[in-house]
C-alpha cells in the first residue's frame, strides 16, 4: 500500500476491491467517480436497508484485518459511503449468482448510467452529474420499476422506491438470471 492517511489507505483498499490500483490508464479508470462515491454517505430510510450500512461498515474490519491496523471507534462509527455499500452489495450479489464482484460492481455502474465515466473524462460537470445520481439513489427519486436506480425490472411487482435493496436484487437476479427466470 501508498504511503499516506488511513483514510487514503482504505480508499485505495477499497478500490482495489472493484478495480486495479496498479493500471492507470484513464481510459478504464474509475478513480475520481470512486472517490465521489467514498465521500458521499449512503443515506436510507427503507426498513433493513441498514443492513446494506452495517455490511459496508463491516468492509473496515476487513480491511483493519488485512493490514495489521487498529482502528479507533471514531473512524470506526462513521457513517457508511456509497462505495462502502456498492461493494458490499456487489459481493452479496456475487455470493447469490456466483460471480465476480467486479462484475457485479460494474453491472452498478452501468444500471446508473456511470459506467463511461472514467477518469478520461471525469469532470466538474460529471461530477455534478453523478451527484444528482447519488441523491436520486439516496432520496429512492428513481421510476417505480427501478430504473434510474441499480435494479430496473421489467415486470416489477411492487413499487421499487418502497423496496429494500435486499430484495431488489432478488428481484433483479430473478429476471436477469435465464437459470432463475425459468421458475
Same mark, same amino acid.
Given at each position: ?9 482504505? %480508499? ?13 490508464? &484513464? ?9 465521489? /462515491?467514498?465521500?458521499? &454517505?449512503?443515506?436510507?430510510?427503507? #426498513? ?37 455499500? /456498492? ?12 460471480? *465476480? &464482484? ?10 446508473? *448510467?456511470?459506467? @463511461? %465515466? ?20 439516496? *432520496?429512492?427519486?428513481?421510476? @417505480? ?5 441499480? %435494479?430496473?425490472?421489467?415486470? #416489477? ?27
Amino acid at each position: 500500500m501508498s504511503e499516506g492517511t488511513l483514510d487514503d489507505l482504505y %480508499f485505495e483498499w477499497l478500490y482495489g476491491q472493484v478495480a486495479s490500483v496498479r493500471n492507470r490508464n &484513464p481510459r478504464r479508470g474509475y478513480w475520481n467517480l470512486c472517490r465521489q /462515491l467514498y465521500t458521499t &454517505p449512503f443515506v436510507y430510510f427503507v #426498513p433493513n436497508d441498514d443492513n446494506r450500512a452495517l455490511d459496508g461498515i463491516a468492509l473496515r474490519e476487513e480491511f483493519a484485518e488485512d493490514n495489521a491496523i487498529d482502528l479507533s471507534r471514531e473512524w470506526q462509527s462513521l457513517d457508511c459511503s456509497m462505495l462502502e455499500m /456498492l461493494i458490499a452489495l456487489a459481493r452479496r450479489g456475487s455470493f447469490q449468482d456466483g460471480a *465476480d &464482484p467486479v462484475g457485479w460492481f460494474g453491472i452498478f455502474l452501468k444500471n446508473l *448510467d456511470l459506467y @463511461e %465515466f472514467t477518469d478520461q473524462v471525469y469532470n466538474e460537470r460529471i461530477a455534478q452529474e453523478v451527484e444528482q445520481t447519488l441523491r436520486r439513489i439516496n *432520496d429512492r427519486t428513481y421510476d @417505480e420499476d427501478g430504473r434510474g436506480g441499480l %435494479f430496473p425490472l421489467r415486470n #416489477p411487482k411492487n413499487n421499487q422506491r418502497k423496496v429494500e435493496l435486499w430484495y431488489q436484487l432478488a428481484a433483479y437476479l430473478l429476471e436477469n438470471d435465464p437459470m432463475l427466470s425459468s421458475l
